[in-house]
């Protein structure tokens, strides 16, 4: 039963939601001051709503409301009464005294999603843009809207590739950087990018994706792919793209990945370039666990490591934002039993989830937009790689969940990896951690946190415009980019994110750059010629071409 209702929930913890909400209503019953609170607000705002319809209503910055179309009315008067709604909403599901402080996040963020879905911006009839459209448009905008929808649910039925899949292939417009497969075993291939340049710089990149999604994030299309950018800057690159795991992988542990992940591309890249230092970059949780891996190394004398690179990235769960709402003991317990069916979380679970973070946004303006403006918002190559997700094996999930995010045993120091627990402090290579200002799975403030854990040596932390993926992708040339930077070592006072980001020096343009310098301040003086493709002599041949196979894994 409870894998079945899982499944039909898109994975959300539906009686931990009810929990929560029984919690809210016994502490409300006995709230009078409350009461009274939510009874106030509600004459005071039937009144506004009235003055409202009678005299007008001041223009409102909600970015939702901004078309001039929502000033007139009735809209206006639809505006206010969403926002009186909203605010209803807010003093109503704030913390109430002896309620549990997670039932109250609980309740606050689905009475949050409940106001958004119930948005006139969510509906064509009360949407004055979408009036407009029809009017304009003699209703072409619902036939378009129409048949984007009828073809979503042909392929939502039959399990064929999105609509982005048509305009956008691997390995002919995106992830097209030439490469080759050097390295393949039970749960990645690794790719080495073919040199643009006569010489390169002596230590090579080696990048960690990711395991939620596919590698190529970093290698879209050829115009932002920072892969080809970094080769063409005279950077030998190595990545690792991840197999999707199936029913067969289902005890594959975080130990495994860090093993045959991190620590297996680690090696296969010395013997291909012997006695040369790597500038080791982690993506989202493939940064977490290149910061397992990189403790491991610290505390066996291994220092291998030139630098670190994390990208939106965390090991202090403790503030990770809204996606910890998802993650406590019942909520894993109901996703381990999703799991324990196909020994895998799908990808469709985890965008559930995901979509519920910023729904208004992820969500109901795309439905909105699509099906009743009749507007093709599929065309963009991060679209494209967004439906392109890989699974997560049940007990490296698990243990991902449990122990970082619900024990936060990384920041700890209690977290096991190599047969004993390992400390971020150990750590002393150079570290530049990018956060990014509207992230909803990595909240920068929470990236940030790396800093209290990482004690030795010097780091440099960027904070750039955009999201957890916009934000990253963020290639030079790309307009109205800007981002703030500052760096610290063990000698420096401790800053909180706010002062820091106050004193942190600003620049325009793309962080890449930024980025790029610093880590050739950290390299080698001298640039090398390009090392050989793979190491036939220690067993790596040349596999195949990038982006290789495990990529196009379903």
């Known amino acids: 039963m409870v894998t079945w209702v899982g499944r039909t929930s898109g994975g959300l913890p539906g009686p931990r939601i009810v929990q929560a909400y029984i919690d809210w209503l016994i502490n409300l019953s006995v709230a009078p001051g409350r009461q009274l609170e939510i009874l106030e ?24 409301f901004r078309g001039e179309g929502w000033q007139k009315r009735p809209y206006a008067w639809l505006v206010q009464a969403a926002l009186h709604r909203d605010e209803l909403a807010r003093i109503a599901t704030e913390p109430l005294p002896g309620m549990d402080a997670h039932n109250a996040e609980l309740v606050r963020f689905y009475t949050q999603q409940l106001v958004d879905a119930l948005s006139p911006a969510n509906f064509a009839l009360t949407n004055p843009e ?8 003699r ?23 999105p609509e982005t899949a048509e305009q956008f292939k691997v390995g002919e417009t995106l992830a097209t950087t030439p490469g080759k497969v050097v390295y393949r075993n039970a749960l990645m291939e690794l790719i080495q990018y073919s040199p643009s340049t006569e ?39 190595f990545a690792i793209s991840w197999k999707n795991p199936g029913k067969e992988d289902s005890d594959l542990s975080m130990e495994d990945y860090r093993t045959l992940g991190v620590a297996s591309a680690m090696e296969v890249i010395g013997d ?91 969500l109901w303006q795309p439905m909105l937009r699509r099906y009743c403006l009749g507007e093709d918002n599929s065309g963009f190559d991060i679209m494209a790689w967004n439906a392109d997700g890989t699974r997560m094996p049940c007990r490296m999930h698990s243990d991902y969940l449990r122990q970082l995010y619900l024990k936060n045993e990384l920041a700890q120091g209690k977290y096991v990896a190599g047969g004993a627990a390992i400390s971020i402090g150990d750590i002393s290579a150079p570290l530049y951690i990018v956060g990014t200002t509207a992230d909803h799975i990595a909240p920068w403030e929470s990236v940030y946190k790396t800093r209290n854990l990482k004690k030795l040596g010097e780091t440099m932390f960027c904070l750039t415009k955009g999201g957890h993926n916009a934000g990253i992708v963020s290639e030079p040339g790309r307009p109205r980019r800007s981002f703030v930077a500052g760096g610290w070592d063990e000698t420096s006072a401790y800053q909180s994110p706010e002062v820091w980001q106050a004193s942190a020096e600003p620049h325009e343009g793309s962080w890449w750059i930024h980025w790029q310098e610093w880590l050739v301040g950290r390299s080698s003086p001298e640039r090398t010629s390009p090392p050989p493709m793979g190491a036939p002599d220690k067993g790596h041949v040349v596999l195949g071409d990038a982006p290789g196979t495990y990529v196009f894994q379903r």
């Open 41 to 64: 607000a509600l004459i005071r705002r039937s009144a506004d709503l009235v003055k409202a319809a009678l005299l007008g209503s001041e223009p409102t910055d909600d970015r939702r």
């Open 130 to 137: 979408f009036v407009q459209a029809t009017i304009a448009q």
């Open 139 to 161: 209703g072409k905008n619902l036939l378009r809207g129409a048949r984007f929808a009828i073809g979503d649910a042909v392929r939502t039925i039959t399990g064929t590739d």
């Open 199 to 237: 010489d390169v710089h002596a230590e090579p990149i080696l990048y960690v994706p990711a395991w939620i999604m596919k590698y190529y994030i970093l290698d879209l299309s050829p115009s932002n792919s920072m892969i080809r950018w970094l080769v063409e800057q005279g950077h030998t690159v």
């Open 272 to 362: 291909i370039m012997p006695e040369r230092k790597v500038h080791a970059v982690g993506y989202c949780v493939g940064g977490t666990l290149l910061m397992i891996a990189a403790a491991v190394m610290a505390r066996g004398g291994d220092n291998r490591l030139q630098s670190i690179t994390l990208f939106a990235a965390q090991t202090d769960f403790t503030d990770a934002g809204e996606l910890r709402l998802f993650i406590d003991e019942m909520t894993l317990y109901w996703l381990e039993q999703q799991m324990k069916r196909n020994g895998f979380l799908a990808t469709k679970q985890m965008g559930g989830a995901f979509a519920a973070l910023r729904a208004p946004d992820l």
